[in-house]
């Protein structure tokens, strides 16, 4: 018989010293990235209108209890100047802190439709910094009434105000001559607003601008609309909703709670190739019908009838003479 030696015995110390070694090695700790960044909430936002914006930022490590202990952010309006460190807006320096979130722009003012570009960095508890994260970005709205070239329309309509009333439909034709680089629409409303462009609805909200007191302030939306833009003829229509505005609100039948007449303010403005701009807005050109929504109310819901619809009449070229 062949003889078989005993397997080694380990002890319970020894195997514990193995596993804890054995541990260490698959969890050594891996370089600290930085992701999420976000500004006022979102992610690479159009439209803000906060003077000082609030930046955040998540973090990402496979060391147990890593800590920041300090941040830096760079803002630029370049991704290269950025990334180079070069001709920056501002440049928080190392803050000591270990926050992350709502960390306030502190820059020189910022200037309206700009885009600005930002990244951080940051510090953990032995001093080391981590690399710079990607740069994200936010845009700046319309900050000041000089800049709204645009005006208040009404569609001058019969109307019994005194309840549900056929929603207006509002169209303008536009010429535009250059090649776009970017393409901005700000959009706002007396009652709710659905707007298309060359026959493609802008944006995919509902219930826009939503529900504020309109006797303070109105809310309004900046949507991308660099892709909807063709060179020559461009048409733009909006169709408008009673809504909170001067719908049904609440359940004692009341109405025109804020106005009776139904308003709407658009603003688009086009930079081209070459620098220069062109503003498209509401103004007294713009032309005014009812369609197949007979009614439309928050709690009431809405009537239509399709015998009614108005063919393209969103795209250029159509016959809007009614």
């Keep these: 018989m062949k003889a078989i030696r005993p397997a080694p015995i380990l002890s319970l110390s020894f195997v514990t010293v193995l596993l804890a070694f054995s541990g260490a090695q698959l969890t050594s700790a891996a370089p600290v990235s930085l992701t999420g960044l976000r500004c006022e909430y979102k992610t690479n936002p159009l439209g803000i209108d906060v003077p000082l914006p609030r930046l955040g930022w998540q973090i990402l490590s496979n060391e147990r209890a890593w800590m920041q202990t300090a941040y830096q952010i760079r803002v630029a309006q370049d991704p290269d100047a950025l990334s180079q460190g070069k001709e920056l807006v501002w440049d928080s320096g190392k803050v000591a802190s270990a926050e992350s979130a709502h960390r306030v722009y502190a820059g020189p003012a910022l200037r309206s439709g700009k885009r600005y570009y930002w990244h951080v960095r940051v510090w953990d508890a032995q001093g080391q910094p981590s690399a710079w994260s990607e740069a994200a970005w936010w845009e700046m709205g ?10 208040w329309i009404e569609p001058d309509l019969k109307e019994d105000t005194t309840k549900s009333n056929p929603c207006p439909m509002l169209r303008k034709e536009f010429e535009v001559r250059g090649e776009v680089r970017s393409a901005r629409a700000y959009a706002a409303s007396h009652g ?17 601008p939503g529900w504020t007191s309109y006797d303070d302030h109105i809310q309004y939306q900046t949507y991308d609309v660099t892709s909807q833009i063709q060179k020559g003829t461009n048409a733009i229509g909006v169709i408008l909703g009673d809504g909170w505005y001067r719908g049904n609100l609440a359940f004692s039948g009341q109405r025109n709670t804020y106005g009776d007449k139904l308003a709407l303010l658009v603003q688009i403005q086009l930079t081209f190739r070459d620098g220069t701009s062109q503003v498209i807005g509401t103004d007294d050109e713009w032309r005014a019908a009812t369609g197949p929504i007979l009614m439309s109310d928050i709690y009431n819901g809405e009537s239509y009838d399709a015998r009614l619809e108005k063919k393209g009449w969103s795209n250029p070229g159509y016959e809007d003479a009614s």
């Design 192 to 208: 709710l607003y659905e707007m298309y462009l060359n026959g493609r609805r802008v944006g995919e909200e509902v219930l826009t």
């Design 142 to 151: 319309l900050l000041a009434p000089p800049d709204w070239l645009a005006s």
